[in-house]
């Protein structure tokens, strides 16, 4: 079955310290992995996708088949990264799958 | 990028009774999406609804507890019917512009059944 996993609900860190959001998904064939992101009163919106490879407001998630793991990292946390993050899965076709979501606190 | 809003925000029903939450785009789309997030849970998709045709529902959901309506390509509406307070929830409307993996979402409609 197809699955994502965020076994965080709540991950807390102080401002300056690296950040890593854990995302593992279950899913047999070859996964497009995504970030999402929802800032407090705003709506969910996409961070970032694995097939980009790409740094957005300096964070970063490597595709890791072998432990099949999606984390979300950042070297130096701010506090305006405060926000509920979620994982999420696309098999190929219009459907999308979420994990539970992780909330981060930055703490001043 | 996509513009959707969402009606109503938030509502609070009795049990027994139906409310319709609409979804606006500010383009054309050909599939918008309706998704439900219960308290402390992921984002479940209910239906798919495809304009000029019957929506396609997900395993656990039925027409006749969610009916959906497409009728042009910028508008839609999901109703829940028969409320129960298992029904609290964010529902929320979505669609792809691209096949690339970003979906827009609307605001969320909140949900409280008494």
């Known amino acids: 079955a197809q699955r994502v996993t965020q076994p965080e609900k709540l991950l807390s860190v102080f401002k300056g310290a690296p950040v890593e959001l854990k995302c593992n998904y279950s899913y047999s064939g070859s996964p497009e992995l995504f970030w999402y992101v929802q800032y407090s009163r705003q709506r969910l919106q996409l961070l970032l996708r694995h097939i980009s490879r790409e740094s957005i407001k300096g964070f970063t998630a490597d595709l890791n088949k072998g432990e099949t793991s999606f984390h979300l990292k950042k070297p130096f946390a701010q506090e305006e990264d405060s926000a509920m993050y979620y994982c999420a899965l696309n098999s190929g076709t219009y459907k999308y799958i979420f994990g539970t979501g992780t909330r981060l606190k930055v703490l001043a | 990028s996509a513009v959707i809003s969402q009606k109503p925000s938030r509502d609070i029903c009795q049990r027994g009774t139906s409310l319709t939450i609409q979804c606006q785009v500010d383009?054309?789309?050909?599939?918008m999406f309706w998704y439900r997030q219960q308290p402390g849970q992921s984002l479940t998709l209910i239906a798919t609804a495809n304009q000029g045709s019957e929506a396609t529902y997900e395993s656990g959901f039925v027409i006749d507890k969610f009916p959906i309506s497409r009728p042009n390509l910028t508008f839609s509406t999901l109703t829940v019917s028969n409320m129960s307070p298992e029904d609290s929830s964010i529902y929320l409307c979505s669609v792809e512009l691209a096949r690339n993996g970003e979906l827009f979402f609307g605001e969320g409609s909140r949900l409280t059944v008494l």
């Open positions: 383009s054309q789309v050909t599939m």
